[in-house]
């Protein structure tokens, strides 16, 4: 584990200050120029394919599956996935992954969490899959390979041949509840880590991965665990951006401190 002390002040910040030194400079150096140029460059190009992912444009909430961007499973009181108002790694809004009983049908009773969102990537590319995370307990996090189909239109899979039609849920996550390749729709994964763990239940801590696309153009960010009791895991600030980019990684949370 490496701890690196951060000057707590944001790229802008630093553009901003610099465009100040220009101003006030008789006359401006090429060299300072230069890094301006360079830096505000790199600041416009860095693309995040993650859709809110600080959570910040969407009321405090339980998320259910039909929720857009984020959804969410399994409902219930609170829900197994909420969108939560405090102490964030960016803003002031956060996703907390906890114990549920659930009260959705396809899974009445159950006290599992997933988090996910769709996203469109580029087929064969290779990218960094970064986020913020705090709490008690570890994470499995995955890039996983959406159910694009209607399983409706393939027979019943061995396992199961009393089935009457192969969807096993209708609440508006199929796409991640099965898995790409019939009969029997196992998830399948691009990139699956299943221990992402915190350092503190206070402070936040960077995780970064990296995968390759494949030949896939839609893939889903997917978050899962099983809860017990008070435990529970904080997601913030999450990020998909492709090898090379200029900004690949989340800003660090107002503290200064980053972790990996």
């Excluded at 996910?116 to 590319?125: A, S, W, Y």
């Excluded at 196992?186 to 221990?195: C, I, L, M």
Aim: include cysteine; proline fraction near 9%; aromatic fraction near 10%.
């Amino acid at each position: 584990m490496i701890v690196v002390r951060l000057i707590a002040r944001s790229q802008f910040d630093i553009i901003r200050s610099m465009k100040k030194i220009i101003l006030g400079m008789l006359p401006a150096t090429a060299l300072v120029c230069g890094v301006l140029a360079y830096m505000l460059q790199a600041s416009a190009s860095g693309v995040n394919l993650v859709q809110d992912p600080s959570f910040e444009q969407q009321s405090p909430r339980g998320l259910d599956p039909h929720d857009r961007p984020w959804g969410a499973e399994e409902e219930g009181s609170p829900a197994g996935a909420e969108i939560m108002q405090g102490s964030a790694a960016d803003g002031k809004q956060f996703a907390r992954m906890q114990y549920v009983s659930g009260t959705g049908s396809e899974c009445l009773g159950c006290n599992q969490s997933f988090l996910f969102q769709r996203i469109d990537v580029t087929p064969n590319t290779d990218y960094i899959f970064s986020y913020w995370i705090r709490g008690t307990t570890y994470v499995s996090s995955a890039i996983q390979i959406p159910f694009l189909d209607d399983c409706h239109n393939y027979p019943p899979p061995p396992s199961d041949p009393t089935r009457a039609n192969l969807c096993p849920d209708d609440d508006g996550d199929e796409e991640i509840d099965l898995g790409p390749t019939p009969p029997n729709y196992g998830k399948e994964y691009v990139a699956r880590y299943d221990s992402d763990t915190p350092t503190s239940n206070t402070n936040w801590s960077l995780i970064s991965h990296t995968f390759n696309s494949g030949p896939h153009s839609v893939l889903y960010v997917r978050y899962f665990n099983v809860y017990y009791g008070s435990d529970h895991t904080d997601i913030d600030n999450v990020s998909v951006a492709a090898v090379g980019a200029s900004s690949p990684v989340p800003s660090p949370p107002a503290s200064g401190l980053r972790t990996e």
